[in-house]
């Protein structure tokens, strides 16, 4: 942890981060006339490798969910059915 004024956190912003994304520093502490006003942490990565295929099973559909229907053709297009 180490602390920094707010003059210093502006011009020193990209090295802030590159202290925090070496692992050097585990947050920073911007500070105002020596106060503590707000803190820069690194955002920890998530695992998406194993978000996809999270619902498979889960849901369900009828089995002519992908059938073409002339009702709503004709809503869409107002005219037959054209395939």
């Known amino acids: 942890m180490c ?11 990209s090295k802030l981060l590159a202290l925090l994304e070496s692992k050097e520093e585990d947050e920073v502490i911007i ?6 006003v ?11 490798s194993k ?7 889960k849901l369900s559909y009828p089995d002519d969910f992908n059938e ?4 709503i053709a004709q809503m869409f297009y107002n005219s037959e059915l054209h395939i």
């Open 68 to 71: 073409m229907d002339e009702e």
């Open 51 to 57: 978000r996809i295929g999270i619902a498979k099973g």
């Open 3 to 13: 602390k920094v004024n707010v003059l210093e956190a502006k011009t020193n912003f």
């Open 31 to 36: 500070c105002k006339n020596n106060n503590p």
């Open 38 to 48: 707000a803190t820069l942490k690194l955002i920890p990565k998530v695992d998406v």
